[in-house]
Structure formats: structure tokens, C-alpha cells
Nanobody
């Protein structure tokens, strides 16, 4: 079982910054990729950013040039630096870990952390 824990959400004014963290632990050989997704009521969960074990990154169109994803492989921890935040960035942010168990890959999700951008 892999445990995924997010932290760093909160309330911030438009134009401000926040840094989210996601830490994974438990029984796995390695992590294939880690990603951030967000969801608002009535909408599907959408990709914010992801990073692979080799450092390849991918961003959602709405956050490019404002958000930066990074990863500390030794600590199985991922970070999302969010700058120039907008009210439309308000959502619950979830961390997803794709873990390599040797015979297969499995997805694990955190509980989510609320990000609210409001004046």
C-alpha cells in the first residue's frame, strides 16, 4: 500500500503564490510519475501538471508559465510552485502517484488540499 499526503493549500489573494507538496511512502519499487490534478464542484478532475521519474514535465494549458512542478526523487516528494494565482485556480488539488510494483503499475491518490484564490 502506498500512502500519498498533500500539504500547502490555503487562502491567497489574486496574484499571490502558494507551494504545494506531495509525499509518497509505502511498498513500491519506484515511482513512475507524480502529478497534480484539480477539481471544482460539478466538473471533471483536470490535469494541472505532472513529472516523470526522468524529469519530463507536462502542464495544463491554463497554468503554463505560472506553475512549476519539481520533484525530489530521493524523498519521493513532489512540489508545485503556483505563481500569479487567479480566482479560477480555486479548486481542490489532488496528488496522483503512479507506482511501480514490478509486475504492474498502480495509481494512488491523496485526499486533496483546498486552494482558494480570493480577495
Amino acid at each position: 500500500q502506498v500512502h500519498v499526503v498533500e500539504s500547502g493549500g490555503g487562502l491567497v489573494q489574486p496574484g499571490g503564490s502558494l507551494r504545494l507538496s506531495c509525499a509518497a511512502s509505502g511498498g513500491m519499487l519506484s515511482i513512475l510519475s507524480m502529478g497534480w490534478y484539480r477539481q471544482t464542484p460539478g466538473k471533471q478532475r483536470e490535469l494541472v501538471a505532472l513529472i516523470t521519474s526522468r524529469g519530463r514535465t507536462e502542464y495544463g494549458d491554463s497554468v503554463k508559465a505560472r506553475f512549476t512542478i519539481s520533484r525530489d526523487n530521493a524523498k519521493n516528494t513532489m512540489y508545485l510552485q503556483m505563481n500569479s494565482l487567479k480566482p479560477e485556480d480555486t479548486a481542490v488539488y489532488f496528488c496522483k502517484v503512479v507506482a511501480d510494483h514490478g509486475v504492474d503499475y498502480l495509481d494512488y491518490w491523496g485526499q486533496g488540499t483546498q486552494v482558494t484564490v480570493s480577495s
